[in-house]
């Protein structure tokens, strides 16, 4: 998987697996310890927005994975991703960030989330021209929803939208999301968080190629995005028959200020 597909699917979460071994059988006298619980996260009505802190010069950096399979063959990449606030403007719907995103420090994409009544909005995304390295700001029209307000478990938002649609020419594409709830997560650098949960499913056909892109987010107050996992499957139109896989995962390793 290369750099730039890094980048314009903006990628989310690894899948942790903790495991334990001992030796010496029934007499070894080995005890685990027991798993801390951590305690359920709350954000009162009126202060949702706490789930994307966001101020100029604001930093989350994740320890990032992808795989990919292809008629080609498979690959796996191991990266450090990092989402920094370079601006952010006041609207009537709410704050605009402006966020630039790296892979390994080599600058890739610019994104725009707004934080507001309804919740967290994906604005815009950009496209980079491999010749000249320009980046160019797509709008989303309309924005659709990445976590939507009011905190509702179950709660299930559908848009059409039109703009950057990752592996493709940008164009319409169908976004559902749907509010999952408090769920607890691990992390690379700041421990096991509750978190509230949110899934976004994009649909898409483009040059006979059904697109389904699954993203799955998770949201902590003071902290924003902690984990992250995007599969995408690519099948063709005519007959459904899968063609091309992927899955990128991040976990945030810290988040300054």
């Given amino acids: 998987m290369t750099t730039k597909q890094i980048q314009t699917l903006l990628t989310l979460v690894a899948l942790a697996v903790?495991?334990?071994?001992?030796?010496?059988?029934?007499?070894?006298?080995?005890?685990?310890?027991?798993?801390?619980?951590?305690?359920?996260?709350?954000?009162?009505?009126?202060?949702?927005?706490?789930?994307?802190?966001v101020k100029?010069?604001?930093?989350?950096v994740f320890a990032g994975q992808s795989s990919s399979v292809t008629p080609?063959?498979?690959?796996?990449?191991?990266?450090?991703?990092?989402?920094?606030?370079?601006?952010?403007?006041?609207?009537?719907?709410g704050k605009v960030a402006t966020l630039e995103v790296s892979t390994d420090g080599v600058l890739g994409d610019r994104v725009q989330w707004?934080?507001?009544p309804k919740g967290v909005m994906n604005v815009s995304a950009s496209r980079r021209n491999p010749e000249t390295s320009q980046v160019t700001t797509v709008a989303y029209n309309p924005p659709f929803q990445m976590l939507s307000f009011p905190l509702k478990a179950g709660e299930v938002n559908t848009v059409t939208t039109t703009g950057v649609r990752p592996g493709a020419p940008d164009g319409p594409m169908k976004v559902t999301t749907?509010?999952?709830?408090?769920?607890?997560?691990?992390?690379?650098?700041?421990?096991?968080?509750?978190?509230?949960?949110?899934q976004t499913v994009s649909e898409f056909t483009a040059t006979n190629l059904k697109y389904t892109i699954t993203s799955t987010s998770w949201w902590a107050p003071e902290k924003g995005l902690v984990r992250y996992l995007q599969e995408v499957s690519v099948n063709k139109a005519d007959d459904n028959r899968q063609v091309g896989a992927q899955v990128v995962a991040l976990r945030l390793r810290s988040k300054t200020p």
């Fill in 56 to 60: 100029v010069g604001a930093q989350w």
């Fill in 178 to 198: 749907t509010n999952l709830g408090v769920q607890e997560v691990d992390t690379k650098g700041v421990g096991r968080v509750s978190a509230y949960s949110t």
């Fill in 18 to 53: 903790i495991g334990g071994c001992g030796s010496g059988g029934a007499t070894s006298g080995y005890k685990p310890k027991p798993v801390e619980p951590v305690k359920p996260v709350a954000v009162p009505a009126g202060q949702e927005a706490s789930l994307f802190p």
């Fill in 72 to 93: 080609q063959g498979s690959t796996q990449n191991e990266v450090e991703v990092v989402f920094k606030v370079v601006k952010v403007d006041e609207t009537p719907e």
């Fill in 114 to 116: 707004r934080v507001g």
